[in-house]
């Protein structure tokens, strides 16, 4: 089974731009579709970005559309999610997660099986 870890957190001013990388150890990324989510205090845990195993994404919270964008690279089993433009609403524990199957993306949580342990993500002046 894959095994998810999540870098590229950290403390950034607002209309900064951080670059998460969600690498996969113990197994191959390319069998799976990855999602991107993330957590504030006090809030549910909501879907960001999705790329399937073929390549293709879609964002499933409208603030971030424009601002970031998600992409993979199988040879070195890293997906990743480039944000830029952050605001100060964009903080949050973000997690990747994986899904196997013909489903494609989701933006359920229930629906990913495999987590990482997430990277906190701070945007504040």
């Known amino acids: 089974q894959v095994h998810l870890v999540e870098s590229g957190g950290g403390l950034v001013q607002p209309g900064g731009a951080l670059r998460l990388s969600c690498t996969a150890s113990?197994?191959?990324?390319?069998?799976?579709?990855i999602g991107w989510f993330r957590q504030a205090p006090g809030k549910e845990r909501e879907g960001v970005f999705c790329i399937n195993r073929g390549g293709t994404s879609i964002h499933y919270t409208d603030s971030v559309r424009g601002r970031f964008a998600i992409s993979r690279d199988n040879a070195k089993n890293i997906v990743y999610l480039q944000m830029n433009s952050l605001k100060p609403e964009d903080t949050a524990v973000y997690f990747c997660?994986?899904?196997?199957?013909?489903?494609?993306?989701?933006?359920?949580?229930?629906?990913?099986?495999?987590w990482g342990q997430g990277t906190q993500v701070t945007v504040s002046s």
């Open positions: 997660a994986a899904r196997s199957g013909y489903s494609g993306c989701s933006a359920a949580v229930s629906s990913y099986a495999i």
């Open positions: 113990e197994s191959a990324l390319d069998v799976y579709h």
